[in-house]
């Protein structure tokens, strides 16, 4: 069963997309951007960063009731 697998190394590991909006940008910012969301957007907002760049690398403040500004730390 387990004779028929290869194991192969060297090969390149794809690179990752982005399947939402949000995702885009969280890959495109670096430590010390920020963005301004509104509140439905917020917490998505940091979880994408987080999820890209690890914990702890997403801040947000927030602005106005209904604005937002978020952060990526590291």
Same mark, same amino acid.
């Given at each position: 069963?387990?004779?028929?697998?290869? +194991?192969?190394?060297?090969i390149p590991?794809?690179? #990752? *997309?982005?399947?939402?909006?949000?995702?885009?940008?969280?890959d495109k910012m670096k430590p010390g951007d920020c963005v301004e969301v509104d509140?439905?957007?917020? +917490?998505s907002m940091c979880q994408a960063i987080r999820r #890209? *760049?690890?914990?702890?690398?997403?801040t947000m403040r927030k602005l106005s009731d209904d604005l937002y500004r978020v952060?990526?730390?590291k």
């Open positions: 069963m387990f004779d028929k697998i290869k +194991i192969r190394s060297g590991l794809p690179a #990752r *997309h982005s399947h939402t909006e949000l995702g885009a940008i969280a509140k439905y957007r917020v +917490i #890209r *760049h690890g914990s702890g690398s997403a952060w990526r730390n």
